[in-house]
T-cell receptor
């Protein structure tokens, strides 16, 4: 099992460019999440999905869109990148167990720089 | 709303010292789960432990131990006889029932273990 994988690992964009980050999991997990990690801020939830075809906003959703067309994939899109979106992006997945007893497993991260 | 506070931002110890990482949480829910994750210099997030609100027994795993005290809303993590490989950022996180397994993270504690 590869677990959670993210593509690409690194990317440099110019302001205004667009891109899509791909997250894939092979654990048959129902739930998937996108976070961003900035120095001194911990991890903040951007968007999440509780099943194929569903998405919902997290804590910091502005400037991002997501899609979950297949259960194993969760895409994060930046339509018009801004320097404030320079960050490390993590994808996570979990089985979707009820009652808060779920455990999230994380991908290796994507380091994005917007110039 | 949930909140996780990791008041220590950076800790530096010499190898073989014991070190305790503090985590204080806030929630009005009576059922919740607490987590610790490790982020080594390579960048990935590694799940360490999950503890539910009804189980206040301390947990020990090798050199790692966790002390959960509901009376003080704390879930502290102790590394005994620290090693250089323990150098990492450690995150405490909280999940509550009915929140789609979303995690609220603390801002992390950077632990440096010097040889």
């Amino acid at each position: 099992n590869a677990g959670v994988t993210q593509t690409p690992k690194f990317r440099v964009l110019k302001t205004g460019q667009s891109m899509t980050l791909l997250c894939a999991q092979d654990m048959n997990h129902e739930y998937m999440y996108w976070y961003r990690q900035d120095p001194g801020m911990g991890l903040r939830l951007i968007h999440y999905s509780v099943g194929e075809g569903t998405t919902a906003k997290g804590e910091v959703p502005d400037g991002y869109n997501v899609s979950r067309l297949k259960k194993q994939n969760f895409l994060l899109g930046l339509e018009s990148a801004a320097p404030s979106q320079t960050s490390v992006y993590f994808c996570a997945s979990s089985a979707g167990l009820a009652g808060g007893r779920d455990t999230q497993y994380f991908g290796p991260g994507t380091r994005l720089t917007v110039l | 709303a949930q909140k996780v506070t990791q008041a220590q931002t950076e800790i530096s110890v010499v190898e073989k010292e014991d070190v305790t990482l503090d985590c204080v949480y806030e929630t009005r829910d009576t059922t919740y789960y607490l987590f610790w994750y490790k982020q080594p210099p390579s960048g990935e997030l590694v799940f360490l432990i999950r503890r539910n609100s009804f189980d206040e027994q301390n947990e020990i795993s090798g050199r790692y131990s966790w002390n959960f005290q509901k009376s003080t809303s704390s879930f502290n993590f102790t590394i005994t006889a620290s090693q250089v490989v323990d150098s990492a950022v450690y995150f405490c996180a909280l999940s509550v029932t009915g929140a789609n397994s979303k995690l609220t993270f603390g801002k992390g504690i950077t632990l440096s273990v010097r040889p």
